[in-house]
């Protein structure tokens, strides 16, 4: 059984670009979320996929955007970088059902996103 | 609002107890989370509480009252190992979205 992994670990780039962060959810898990974590902060909910649906967003504006595929792996996109994007990007990977409660999440190492 | 709060720091003796406490504010709730998070870690999963009462993991429980919207993780016979920082994360009403506290700094001395 293979854990949760991210691409790239680190990343630089300067505002204005878009990124595209990448996540390998484990093994059997159909469920992905993407989170922010600014430094000192807890993680912050962008949005959830399930089946390669969106299933649920938090308090991010729609330059953020996502993608879930057949296989559960998954991408974080983010437009028109600011500099307050700067932080760490974790996923995180759940077995369930659609618009159920998600209990134990298996977090990947994070993406770590610098904005010059 | 949706809104979690717990210490920002507590400090301890290795050997000792500890509890770090949680009260959260949410439109519904389905159920208390507590992660751990080493410096430069990932957060990794300690325990679950959908109904009231206490659950016990080896040295970690956590508890849970849903008419005091309160819960808190007990650490037992700590090790240094233990110093990290602990998030409680609220699953609200939507069950699709997760909410974490801005997490407590343990720190253990010898």
């Known amino acids: 059984e293979t854990g949760v992994t991210q691409s790239p670990t680190h990343l630089i780039k300067t505002r204005g670009q878009q990124v595209t962060l990448r996540c390998s959810s484990q093994?059997?898990?159909?469920?992905v979320s993407w989170y922010q974590q600014a430094l000192g902060q807890g993680p912050q909910f962008i949005f959830q996929?399930?089946?390669?649906?969106?299933?649920g967003r938090g308090n991010f504006p729609p330059r953020f955007s996502g993608l879930q595929f057949p296989n559960y792996s998954s991408e974080l996109n983010v437009n028109a970088l600011e500099l307050d994007d700067s932080a760490l990007y974790l996923c995180?990977?759940?077995?369930?059902?659609?618009?159920?409660?998600?209990?134990?999440?298996?977090f990947g190492p994070g993406t770590r996103l610098t904005v010059l | 609002g949706q809104s979690l709060e717990q210490p920002s720091e507590v400090t301890a003796v290795e050997g000792a107890i500890v509890q770090i406490n949680c009260t959260y504010q949410?439109?519904?709730?389905?159920?208390l989370s507590w992660y751990q998070q080493h410096d430069g870690g990932a957060p990794t999963f300690l325990s679950y509480n959908a109904l009231d009462g206490l659950e016990e993991t080896g040295r970690f429980s956590s508890f849970l009252s849903r008419s005091d919207s309160y819960g808190y993780l007990l650490l037992q016979e700590l090790q240094m190992k233990d110093s990290a920082s602990y998030f409680c994360a609220v699953i609200p009403g939507s069950a699709s979205k997760i909410i974490f506290g801005s997490g407590t700094r343990l720190s253990i001395r010898p």
């Open positions: 949410t439109s519904g709730f389905y159920g």
């Open positions: 995180a990977s759940s077995s369930g059902l659609a618009g159920g409660p998600v209990d134990e999440q298996f």
């Open positions: 093994s059997g898990h159909n469920t």
């Open positions: 996929y399930y089946r390669e649906e969106e299933n």
